[in-house]
């Protein structure tokens, strides 16, 4: 990938995570939209979909991403980070090869297959665990508990000089550190990323540490697919197969009084 001018970097090992702030516009959006989905008493749980031993877990809507903005951010920030990919190491070459109609075509697109919200209080976390059926991932800050207790051993991490160490930071969990001077095992993302998106493979394993204290940890995550546009072009065409088989059926059936 290139870094400036005159210097590409190359780590076609490397799992890449890439992190964008939201636009604050867009950010407060979030926060409003997951309020009123928590607040719903008709919200869709997706806690049994999801690793989390947290108790509120909720689908966002197709409609609810579409009319709030946040499907084309989604997008928009899903094809940045599918470009980054092609870029590294000689990925390109090798997709090119192994896949009819390769990246060199640029015949490929994406879409948002899921996305959820995750309502995290004291003592609740997420074990480690990937996500299935997709190709990327993303994850959201949106909260991050201001009253929660000091870490028993008070550790701090390199990247913050507060006392909650670990408690409530997402990790990602690398493929370990084989070069202790050019790899390191994880990357921590504690309070200082409230507001920032991380976009990663959906097979890199991650995890949320658990809290003490009062408050709220709340993130927004979604999945993404990268597909070629035949298969975008497929997919539309089976969905306007099965609306009009069901609008046909529903009408066939009201004729029969079912």
Not at 10 to 16: H, K, S, T, Y
Not at 73 to 82: D, G, L, P, R, V
Not at 205 to 212: D, E, K, L, N, Q
Not at 221 to 241: M, T
């Amino acid at each position: 990938m290139q870094i400036d001018e005159n210097w590409h970097v190359n780590a076609p090992w490397a799992q890449l995570v890439a992190t964008t702030k939201m636009p604050d516009e867009l950010f407060k959006t979030t926060l409003e939209l997951t309020d009123k989905i928590y607040e719903d008493a008709n919200r869709d749980s997706a806690g049994a979909s999801l690793a989390g031993q947290i108790d509120n877990e909720y689908f966002i809507s197709q409609e609810k991403l579409l009319e709030s903005g946040l499907m084309d951010y989604f997008i928009e920030m899903t094809i940045k980070y599918w470009g980054t990919v092609l870029t590294n190491g000689n990925l390109w070459q090798y997709l090119d090869k192994k896949f009819e109609n390769g990246p060199h075509g640029f015949n490929y697109a994406c879409r948002v297959v899921s996305a959820w919200t995750v309502h995290q209080f004291e003592n609740e976390y997420n074990p480690i665990h990937n996500h299935a059926n997709c190709k990327i991932s993303a994850v959201m800050h949106l909260k991050f508990p201001e009253k929660a207790e000091p870490a028993r051993k008070g550790h701090t991490t390199s990247d913050t000089d507060d006392k909650s160490g670990l408690d409530g930071n997402l990790v990602f969990t690398g493929m370990g550190a084989a070069d202790e001077w050019c790899t390191a095992p994880v990357l921590n993302c504690n309070a200082a990323t409230v507001g920032m998106l991380h976009l990663f493979p959906s097979t890199l394993g991650h995890a949320v540490y658990p809290f003490r204290g009062k408050g709220e940890r709340r993130s927004l995550s979604f999945n993404a697919d990268v597909i070629s546009k035949k298969q975008v072009e497929a997919i539309a065409e089976q969905e306007k197969i099965e609306r009009n088989f069901a609008k046909d059926y529903g009408h066939k059936n009201a004729k029969m009084g079912v």
